[in-house]
């Protein structure tokens, strides 16, 4: 499908953003309208709205040119404003470091006694509250996704599919906790203004989201990807403390289970979330990253963690890494590794 330029009446190609033959942008009226509702938004103090309007503007713009260029720095300038504004979020989710790898390394020769376990499990609800109180004050936000028909009816399949040989209650919860790790990541999009479709299930697989728009800055990159294990770990905090008061086995099973799992997604690899949140970390980070995983490897002698200190090893060996570093996406990345570690020992000792 085709159009002629306003301008010059050239034929062009519904693919281009700008006329070959004079140069005329394409989309010029709406570029104007959004670039409007851009600048309105930042009056406004809106910088949520004003990146997501700026990010449909450099949709609009072809690659490389000037004023693509442009809008870009502002996107990351506002993307730097936003994360630097007092009392965000962001702080919030890079303050929740749930203690030291001393006390998250689980002690296998002496155990973690009843009083030991609540107590890191209080420490842990205490780190993460500002998830929790999020969750409880404004969880309207994770009906959103449940409102879309193609995340409902993928949910209910694979909660089929796992129901039919892990049993229903335990299939339930643990997509139940894909699902609010899968938000997490949605919220921030939402945030940066990035858009993104609502989550999907794919039995056997998991659950993903897929991006629209993609992240303008490393920093930008990890701080959506660990946002999915941040909330990942407060939903698994939330079934391992309900059922354990409650004696409900398959909570605590899907507790340490979600740990597990948002504990896999950390490996700094591919484009899983541990992998994003290593684009913004500078060499020396990812070797205190690394240092951080082989402790808590030869302390709680699991497989994954080695996988996850060889990976973040092999990471801090390699010559791509950001100059500059970013140290709340290190002590995001350590508290999760860290917690995540201590939540899957926590659940395999609790006792119904």
Not at 140 to 152: D, F, I, P, S
Not at 203 to 228: I, N, S
Not at 310 to 316: D, G
Request: charged content about 15%; some cysteine; aromatic content about 10%.
């Amino acid at each position: 499908m085709s159009h002629a330029c306003e301008d010059c009446g050239a034929d062009l190609p519904s693919a281009l953003l700008a006329c070959p033959a004079c140069g005329r942008l394409v989309h010029a009226a709406a570029l104007k309208s959004t670039a409007t509702e851009g600048e309105a938004a930042e009056r406004a103090g809106d910088r949520s709205a004003a990146l997501a309007a700026w990010r449909r503007v450099q949709d609009l713009l072809p690659v490389g040119s000037i004023q693509h260029d442009r809008v870009l720095d502002k996107i990351k300038a506002l993307s730097a404003a936003l994360d630097a504004a007092p009392g965000s979020a962001k702080s919030a989710a890079l303050d929740a470091a749930p203690g030291s790898a001393k006390s998250a390394a689980p002690n296998r020769r002496h155990g973690w006694g009843w009083l030991a376990g609540f107590g890191a499990i209080g420490l842990l609800l205490f780190k993460f509250k500002w998830v929790i109180l999020f969750l409880l004050g404004k969880g309207k936000l994770l009906l959103v996704g449940l409102a879309q028909v193609k995340t409902l009816f993928s949910m209910a399949l694979a909660i089929g599919v796992y129901g039919s040989a892990l049993g229903w209650k335990f299939a339930g919860g643990l997509m139940a906790s894909l699902y609010i790790h899968e938000m997490g990541h949605v919220v921030w999009l939402s945030r940066y203004g990035i858009a993104a479709t609502a989550p999907m299930f794919i039995p056997g697989f998991g659950a993903f989201v897929r991006l629209k728009q993609y992240p303008a800055t490393p920093a930008e990159d990890a701080r959506v990807g660990l946002a999915g294990p941040v909330w990942g770990a407060a939903a698994a905090i939330a079934f391992l403390a309900i059922g354990a008061a409650m004696s409900w086995p398959s909570w605590v099973a899907t507790a340490r289970v979600g740990a597990w799992i948002n504990l896999f997604n950390l490996l700094p690899v591919w484009q899983l979330d541990g992998g994003r949140g290593f684009r913004a970390l500078s060499r020396r980070q990812r070797a205190w990253a690394a240092a951080v995983l082989w402790g808590l490897a030869f302390t709680s002698r699991d497989g994954l963690i080695f996988a996850l200190a060889i990976a973040a090893t092999l990471r801090a060996m390699g010559r791509s890494a950001p100059e500059t570093p970013d140290r709340n996406a290190l002590l995001t990345y350590a508290a999760l590794t860290m917690g995540l570690t201590l939540l899957v020992s926590l659940a395999g000792r609790v006792q119904l």
